[in-house]
């Protein structure tokens, strides 16, 4: 099992950036994933990498925005959110699997959340 921390969430306004830190312990070992709750919806995959750096996978409306990154020195995912929208507004989560990273019900290990929200 992985701890995983998340932060860097907040308030901005729209059009504007944050980049979300995730830290923990052993993550050679795994995929990770950037996933998030809007309020009244289910949970989604926005982004996920490989545990070899060299695959990257991004939900639809995430590309071009969004960019996933890992620092296995470090034991850190990130997320880096451009252009933000309002309906970019929801809690998101690291995740962490050994499984398939594109495949949303192999992860297995959650940290707590951190609130982004976008005004407009």
């Known amino acids: 099992q992985v701890q995983l921390v998340e932060s860097g969430g907040g308030l901005v306004q729209a059009g504007g950036s944050l980049r979300l830190s995730c830290a923990g312990s052993?993550?050679?070992?795994?995929?990770l994933g950037w996933f998030r709750q809007a309020p009244g919806k289910e949970r989604e995959l926005v982004a996920a990498?490989?545990?070899?750096?060299?695959?990257?996978y991004y939900a639809d409306s995430m590309k071009g925005r969004f960019t996933i990154s890992r620092d296995n020195a470090k034991n850190t995912v990130y997320l880096q959110l451009n252009t933000l929208k309002p309906e970019d507004t929801a809690i998101y989560y690291c995740?962490?699997?050994?499984?398939?990273?594109?495949?949303?019900?192999?992860?297995?290990?959650w940290g707590q959340g951190t609130q982004v929200t976008v005004s407009s």
């Open positions: 990498i490989s545990k070899t750096y060299s695959n990257t």
């Open positions: 995740a962490a699997t050994r499984g398939y990273y594109r495949d949303y019900r192999t992860y297995t290990d």
């Open positions: 052993g993550f050679s070992m795994y995929a």
